[in-house]
Each structure stands twice: as structure tokens, then as C-alpha cells.
């Protein structure tokens, strides 16, 4: 059973930094296409950015320029560095993990950013 925790929330001024981090259980890390999705309360859930399995990256225009995705796969773990926030940045964070092959799809329980001043 592959299990993500996230890491990293929590309350920054605007213009401020934050870095999440999202550790997988287990030893399919290195077959896992990761992303990171937010959900602002009353909206849908919307993908940040994504990390294949080369050096495939994605980002979100919103993210573009302010937020970078890198992965570590010796530590099994996926990062999100936010830089310049605003206060639209506030959401909850959450991490994914799909499987390249079986595309078995795996969520972290989220965890809360708030931009406020």
C-alpha cells in the first residue's frame, strides 16, 4: 500500500516562501509520475505542477516563474518550492502520485497554505 505525507504548510505574508514536501512509502517511487494540485475553498481541485519520470516538467501559468518542482528519488520524495506568494495562493496542497504503468493513482491527505498579511 503506498502511503504520501505531506509537509511544509502554513502561514506566510504575502510575498513570502514556502516549501512543501511529499514522501511516498515504499520502493515504486522511481515508477511515479508526481504532482502537486491545490484546492482553494469553494473552487476545484487544479494541478500545479507535475514532475514525470525524466526530467518531464509541468507547471500551471499561475505557477510559471514562482513555484519550482524538483524530486529526489534516492529520499523518495517530491518538493514545491513557492516563492513571491499571493494571497490567490492560499489552498490546500495536495500531493499525487500515479503509477507510470498501471496508472494507479494515489492522493496525500492535503495540507493547508494561507497567505495573509
Known amino acids: 500500500q503506498v502511503q504520501i505525507v505531506e509537509s511544509g504548510g502554513g502561514l506566510v505574508q504575502p510575498g513570502g516562501s514556502l516549501s512543501l514536501s511529499c514522501t511516498v512509502s515504499?520502493?515504486?517511487?522511481?515508477?511515479?509520475?508526481m504532482g502537486w494540485y491545490r484546492q482553494a475553498p469553494g473552487k476545484q481541485r487544479e494541478l500545479v505542477a507535475s514532475?514525470?519520470?525524466?526530467?518531464?516538467?509541468w507547471y500551471s501559468e499561475f505557477a510559471k516563474s514562482r513555484f519550482t518542482i524538483s524530486r529526489d528519488n534516492a529520499k523518495n520524495t517530491v518538493y514545491l518550492q513557492m516563492n513571491s506568494l499571493k494571497a490567490e495562493d492560499t489552498a490546500v496542497y495536495f500531493c499525487?502520485?500515479?503509477?507510470?504503468?498501471?496508472?494507479?493513482?494515489?492522493w496525500g491527505q492535503g495540507t493547508q497554505v494561507t497567505i495573509s498579511s
Open positions: 499525487n502520485a500515479e503509477h507510470s504503468l498501471s496508472q494507479a493513482s494515489y
Open positions: 514532475r514525470g519520470l525524466g526530467q518531464s516538467i
Open positions: 515504499g520502493s515504486i517511487f522511481r515508477f511515479l509520475v
